[in-house]
Structure formats: structure tokens, C-alpha cells
């Protein structure tokens, strides 16, 4: 196994865990998040090559001045040519699903198995504006940090784990708020029709909390509904954040599926 860091020809900072022989499972983080919530899951896939970023205007990663999903999807080619492979299993998480799925859903040969976790679909009109709501108050004054925490956290999970509570805090903390807004905006205002999700035909996995408010179950199983070969999995008892609070059974599920030949 060799590591690699460093930023690609586009400034997307990387870190690459390459073990020969075998498919590079890239890891797309959320909004207001880098590359660093992975570590459960690096960790477990230590003998599978492992590919982690930063999405622009996050983390160490450059600004970009238009925030699209085809700006997204475009930097995950930059990164794949730039690390000279072909395609890969492709892991998205909250707004890092939606990029996932629109890249999936645009480049299938690049593609060898998709999980999408914690992905929003179906907002009703008063999610919608709900979600749009917190947008503008973020836009406002940022985030209200313990309170976003308890929203993505189990309270037990917090206080029983201060240092995984301090790291979430600090990368809100160390935001760019105006490049943080550009990704935010895009995911506030999500509209299904934006990515065709029935032009997904990779191997499909959805995952996402029991006690998700965000992206619910009930989201996870209309995406099942319409991606065709896919599957729907429910952490129990996870919140948003459970790829870190509920981590051993998550990297069950994802292994389980990606070892599934």
C-alpha cells in the first residue's frame, strides 16, 4: 500500500490510499464538510485502494466561481485522469450523494458500483421551504454549531465522543462562509428534476438513518423506486452523521456490498 497527497491540475486537494489490483472507492463528503469525516471508512477499506477530496471552495481544496453538478462531476474527472484511473466505486454522502448520483447518472462506463447515503429526493413543498429557510438564516449568521450538531448526532454519541464532536466543530468552524454558501445554495434548492436518477445503471446501494430528518428513509426508498438495480438499507438508530456515530455498521453494509461480486 502507498499513500499520496497533494492537490490535482484542477486544485483539488486529494489523499490517495492505493493498494494494487484493486478498484479505487472515491468518497464524496457533504456540504460544510472535507475529506477528514472518512476516516472510519479509510480505515476500514485499508486494503482496498481509497480516494478522499475535498469538493471545491471546501477544505484545501480551491474556489470555483460557478457550483454545478456538472462542475462537481467535471472535478471528479479531473481527479480520476489526474490519478490516471478509468473508473471506480463511487461513495456519495449528502450533498456528496446528489454529485455522485449525477455522475453516475452522466458517465455509467466510469462506474463500477454507486452507494448513495444520506441523499436527499421527494422534498415535499414544506421541506422544500424549510430547507430553503435554513439556507437564508445560514446565509445570515452561519451556523448555530451545537445546534447543527445535534441535528447530524445522537446527544449520548456527543458526549460520550468530545474529540469527533471538536473535529465536526472545527471544520464548520474553519469554513469560508461565502464559498461555503455557493455549495450550500445548490443543495438548499435541490429540485429532482435536476438529476436523472433512472439513468443510473450502475449496482446501486442507498443508506441513510432511522432517525434522519433531512434525508429520510422514506426519501431512500423513492430513489430505490426508480433506480433500477438498487437496494435500500436503514441504519438503526443513526442521524445524519451515523458513517461516523454508527460507523461498524455502516462499514459493514458498504463492504458487504461492495464485496458482493
Not at 453516475?104 to 429526493?121: D, E, P, V
Not at 446527544?155 to 455549495?183: G, R
Not at 438548499?188 to 432517525?211: K, R, Y
Request: aromatic letters at 12%.
Amino acid at each position: 500500500m502507498s499513500f499520496r497527497e497533494g492537490l490535482d491540475d484542477q486544485g483539488t486537494y486529494y489523499q490517495f490510499n492505493e493498494v494494487a489490483g484493486t478498484t479505487p472507492i472515491v468518497f464524496i463528503h457533504g456540504v460544510g464538510l472535507s475529506l477528514e469525516i472518512w476516516k472510519p471508512q479509510r480505515d476500514f477499506f485499508k486494503n482496498h485502494s481509497t480516494i478522499v477530496y475535498d469538493l471545491y471552495g471546501h477544505g484545501r481544496t480551491t474556489s470555483a466561481d460557478d457550483i454545478t453538478f456538472d462542475k462537481f462531476s467535471n472535478q471528479i474527472d479531473g481527479l480520476m485522469q489526474y490519478l490516471k484511473y478509468p473508473s471506480c466505486h463511487l461513495i456519495g454522502f449528502s450533498l456528496g450523494g446528489l454529485i455522485a448520483a449525477h455522475y453516475a447518472s452522466t458517465r455509467s462506463k466510469k462506474i463500477n458500483k454507486l452507494i448513495l447515503f444520506g441523499t436527499i429526493y421527494g422534498r415535499s413543498a414544506e421541506q422544500q421551504q424549510e430547507a430553503i429557510k435554513r439556507y437564508e438564516n445560514v446565509s445570515k449568521e452561519y451556523f448555530d454549531i451545537p445546534k447543527q450538531l445535534s441535528r447530524w448526532f445522537n446527544e449520548d454519541y456527543l458526549t460520550k465522543n468530545p474529540n469527533e464532536s471538536q473535529l465536526v466543530s472545527t471544520i464548520l468552524e474553519n469554513n469560508d462562509h461565502q464559498e461555503f454558501l455557493k455549495s450550500y445554495k445548490l443543495f438548499s434548492h435541490f429540485e429532482d428534476n435536476m438529476i436523472l436518477f433512472n439513468q443510473i445503471l450502475a449496482p446501486t446501494l442507498i443508506v441513510t438513518g432511522e432517525n434522519e430528518v433531512g434525508s429520510t428513509p422514506e426519501m431512500s426508498k423513492k430513489i430505490g423506486e426508480i433506480v433500477k438495480n438498487s437496494k435500500v438499507e436503514i441504519i438503526p438508530d443513526g442521524k445524519h452523521m451515523c458513517g461516523m456515530e454508527c460507523a461498524d455498521k455502516v462499514n459493514q453494509v458498504f463492504g458487504n456490498f461492495l464485496n458482493d461480486s
